[in-house]
């Protein structure tokens, strides 16, 4: 059962206008959401995180935003540049009485930035 | 540079085998966690550690077993490996009490069972 999903597997996107990359999750206990960017021959890294308490969290060009009601978040990327060629993770955890909860990840999306 | 280091970067082996993977977290960080990537697949969430402790199980066979050692390094252990095991192998690492959910992610292994 996929409780995270990012239906699209691809994306490509002029440099400079607007890449959204989306993202759906089933388990209504998510209440934690982060996106991960990954190079190839590396690991993700982290690039945005937003809780279940606020609808949008914007750091510089990025911007995610949550939708509780429809289970959706997106990120945005905005201007496009040619080093946000990558595949991005979308993850969500559920709180814990550990406080370091494991992530579940979507399948990814490949986004290509056309010069 | 996210400063968790995972060795080897690659491994062959065949069918039946048994391998280890090495991870070494951020300094400070005292959770370690584990993930397998198999193609065209998200990272499934294996195994977590907590200073020594497990903590957390995911989706992980039970022929694969792991531990964290008194320096906080860990290992993952893959036996009789079959060719579905063939997939990119991360570890990640993470302060107790720091953000929640961020993690550091290693560059990962690859494993190829043939």
């Known amino acids: 059962d996929q409780q995270v999903k990012q239906n699209s597997p691809s994306l490509s996107v002029q440099e400079g206008r607007i890449s959204i990359l989306n993202c759906d999750y089933t388990?209504?206990?998510?209440?934690?959401f982060l996106w991960y960017k990954k190079y190839p021959a590396e690991g993700p890294t982290f690039l945005i995180s937003?809780?279940?308490?606020?609808d949008k969290n914007e750091d510089g060009r990025f911007t995610v935003f949550l939708n509780k009601s429809a289970k959706h978040l997106s990120l945005h990327i905005v201007p496009s540049q040619p080093g946000d060629s990558a595949v991005y993770f979308c993850?969500?955890?559920?709180?814990?009485?550990?406080?370091?909860?494991?992530?579940?990840f979507g399948t990814g999306t490949r986004l290509t930035i056309i010069p | 540079d996210s400063g968790v280091t995972q060795t080897p970067k690659h491994l062959i082996t065949a069918t039946g085998q048994r391998v280890t993977l090495r991870c070494s977290p951020r300094?400070?960080?005292?959770?370690v966690y584990w993930y397998q990537q198999s193609l065209d697949q998200g990272l499934q969430f294996l195994i977590q550690?907590?200073?020594?402790?497990?903590?957390a199980k995911g989706n992980i066979l039970e022929r694969f077993s792991a531990q964290q050692f008194p320096d906080l390094h860990s290992e993952l252990n893959l036996s009789s490996l079959e060719l579905g095991d063939s997939a990119l192998y991360f570890c990640?690492?993470?302060?107790?009490?720091?953000?929640?959910?961020?993690?550091?992610f290693g560059p990962g292994t690859r494993l190829t069972v043939t």
């Open positions: 990640a690492s993470s302060v107790s009490g720091a953000l929640r959910g961020e993690q550091y």
């Open positions: 388990n209504s206990m998510f209440d934690y």
């Open positions: 937003i809780s279940s308490i606020k």
């Open positions: 993850a969500a955890s559920a709180k814990s009485n550990f406080g370091n909860e494991k992530l579940t």
């Open positions: 300094s400070g960080d005292l959770s």
């Open positions: 550690y907590y200073n020594g402790e497990e903590r």
